[in-house]
């Protein structure tokens, strides 16, 4: 199986700041990864895939990046509904595997 | 609107099998395939499986094969997640989830039902 790790596992950050969230696959995975967040006591959502895709209706605050095994989520400009947790997926293979999760957190 | 609403919250004792229903609407159920997640308390999400609702088709991962049936009723526009032989390693939040089909090989989730809490003790 592909493990996902991502860094950091949590992170404190102020409204207004520009945050970065890693992924690191175990093996290539070319762009095939979606980014997720997921708020307290609900079911994710997804914000990214394709590595860089932006879903619809998701702000364009948010960006991903990267190809083969590093990943970037992006956040430009911190807004208060931003607080939650973010989770990477690759979608390269079978079974689509999980990062840990990110926790942002104000700061 | 796409909605998924899961079935209630379940309390299961060692051993047994529980069952989550997951009824999708405001989309054409036969056209999308639907993938079931869990998340255990404090860990990642975990992908379990995925029905095809137009033939009934699955694929499983191999953590989970044997003991979990994914099936679906067209008629009731309905999925289900069975998973048998229930250890409190099985305590978790289980979604169900259709399918977003893009140039990936696997299809990602684009929406989610609630989720369904299993709890699994003595």
């Known amino acids: 199986d592909i493990q996902l790790t991502q860094s950091p596992s949590f992170l404190s950050a102020s409204v207004g700041d520009r945050v970065t969230i890693s992924c690191r696959a175990s093996?290539?995975?070319?762009?095939?990864l979606a980014w997720y967040q997921q708020k307290p006591g609900k079911a994710p959502t997804l914000l990214i895939y394709?590595?860089?895709i932006l879903q619809n209706g998701v702000p364009s605050r948010f960006s991903g990046s990267g190809s083969g095994t590093e990943f970037t989520l992006r956040i430009s400009s911190l807004q208060p509904e931003d607080f939650a947790t973010y989770s990477c997926q690759q979608l390269n293979s079978y079974p689509p595997t999980f990062g840990q999760g990110t926790k942002l957190e104000i700061k | 609107q796409v909605q998924l609403v899961q079935s209630g919250a379940e309390v299961k004792k060692p051993g047994a099998s529980v069952k989550v229903s997951c009824k999708a609407s405001g989309y054409t159920f036969t056209s999308y395939a639907l993938n079931w997640v869990r998340q255990a308390p404090g860990q990642r999400l975990e992908w379990m499986g995925w029905v095809n609702a137009a033939n009934g088709n699955t694929k499983y991962s191999q953590k989970f094969q044997g003991r979990v049936t994914l099936s679906r009723d067209t008629s009731a526009t309905t999925a289900y997640m069975e998973l048998s032989s229930l250890t409190s390693e099985d305590t978790a939040v289980y979604y169900c989830?259709?399918?977003?089909?893009?140039?990936?090989?696997?299809?990602?989730?684009?929406?989610w039902g609630q989720g369904t809490l299993v709890t699994v003790s003595s």
């Open positions: 093996q290539g995975i070319s762009t095939h």
């Open positions: 989830a259709r399918v977003m089909y893009s140039s990936s090989p696997v299809p990602g989730s684009l929406h």
């Open positions: 394709g590595a860089s």
